[in-house]
């Protein structure tokens, strides 16, 4: 009669190995499990890198990321929030955010929750209006990363320089004339591209 398998030396043999081998797997939850340092986790705004330009939910496939624009509060503000429980983890917020640190894919694999909020994460940013028509002209952080990345090449667009100038205290604010519509004094006045194209032509 034929002998069971676990009765074969040569299975014996390997069932005594495996049993004084320590085990493949990992710990966890016994002990934290810290995945490769490539490993491509979940995504996280940071606040300091972010200039709230908006790219990362443009270019995100899983449109998990949501801007939302408050002009009705003083001073307005952006809220960019990212939706970890639609995320796919492609890293592409990351790799086409222009700052390069305005979001970081982590090594954060564990994400366990019970409500949604447990899988948001928010980044709030200052709106700047044009002082002409009074509409939307940028994030407040972005226009400074873009005047300080252009450097003196930033003067050719009054708007950058002056904004640029107002954290050093020497550009007055509300320079607008009274006039509806864009005059050519308006020119140095914060202005979107829009208003700044009329009063270049304006009489
Ligand atoms: S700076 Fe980066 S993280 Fe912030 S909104 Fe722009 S692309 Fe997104
Ligand atoms: S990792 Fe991909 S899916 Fe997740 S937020 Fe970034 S771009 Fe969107």
Same mark, same amino acid.
């Given at each position: =009669?034929?002998?069971?398998?676990?009765?074969?030396?040569?299975?014996?043999?390997?069932?005594?190995?495996?049993?004084?081998? @320590?085990?493949?797997?990992?710990?966890? @939850?016994?002990?934290?499990?810290?995945?490769?340092?490539? %490993?491509?986790?979940?995504?996280?705004?940071?606040?300091?890198?972010?200039?709230?330009?908006?790219?990362?939910?443009?270019?995100?496939? #899983?449109?998990?990321?949501?801007?939302?624009?408050? +002009?009705?509060?003083? @001073?307005?503000?952006?809220? !960019?929030?990212?939706?970890?429980?639609?995320?796919?983890?492609?890293? /592409?917020?990351?790799?086409?955010? *222009?700052?390069?640190?305005?979001?970081?894919?982590?090594?954060?694999?564990?994400?366990?929750?019970?409500? *949604?909020?447990?899988?948001?994460?928010?980044?709030? $940013?200052? !709106?700047? =209006?044009?002082?002409?028509?009074?509409? !939307?002209?940028?994030? &407040?952080?972005? +226009?400074?990363?873009?005047?300080?990345? !252009?450097?003196?090449?930033? %003067?050719?667009?009054?708007? +950058?320089?002056?904004?640029?100038?107002?954290? +050093?205290?020497?550009?007055? $604010?509300?320079?607008? #004339?009274? #006039?509806? #519509?864009p005059?050519? /004094?308006d020119?140095?006045a914060?202005?979107?591209?829009?208003?700044?194209?009329?009063s270049?032509? &304006?009489?």
């Amino acid at each position: =009669m034929r002998k069971p398998a676990f009765l074969q030396p040569r299975i014996l043999k390997q069932a005594i190995v495996a049993a004084l081998t @320590p085990a493949y797997t990992t710990k966890f @939850p016994a002990e934290p499990f810290e995945p490769q340092a490539s %490993f491509r986790g979940r995504p996280r705004f940071n606040a300091g890198g972010c200039i709230a330009c908006g790219a990362c939910a443009q270019v995100c496939p #899983s449109k998990c990321i949501d801007v939302i624009d408050d +002009l009705v509060v003083t @001073p307005p503000k952006r809220t !960019l929030v990212q939706h970890f429980d639609a995320c796919i983890m492609c890293g /592409q917020c990351e790799r086409y955010c *222009p700052t390069q640190e305005g979001i970081r894919m982590t090594t954060e694999w564990d994400n366990a929750g019970f409500k *949604p909020e447990d899988f948001e994460d928010r980044v709030e $940013k200052e !709106l700047v =209006m044009c002082e002409v028509c009074g509409g !939307l002209l940028a994030p &407040a952080d972005q +226009l400074l990363w873009l005047a300080e990345r !252009l450097g003196p090449v930033s %003067f050719a667009n009054p708007t +950058l320089a002056m904004f640029a100038g107002t954290g +050093l205290g020497c550009v007055e $604010k509300g320079v607008k #004339s009274q #006039s509806e #519509s864009p005059l050519r /004094q308006d020119r140095m006045a914060m202005q979107c591209p829009k208003c700044r194209r009329q009063s270049a032509w &304006a009489a």
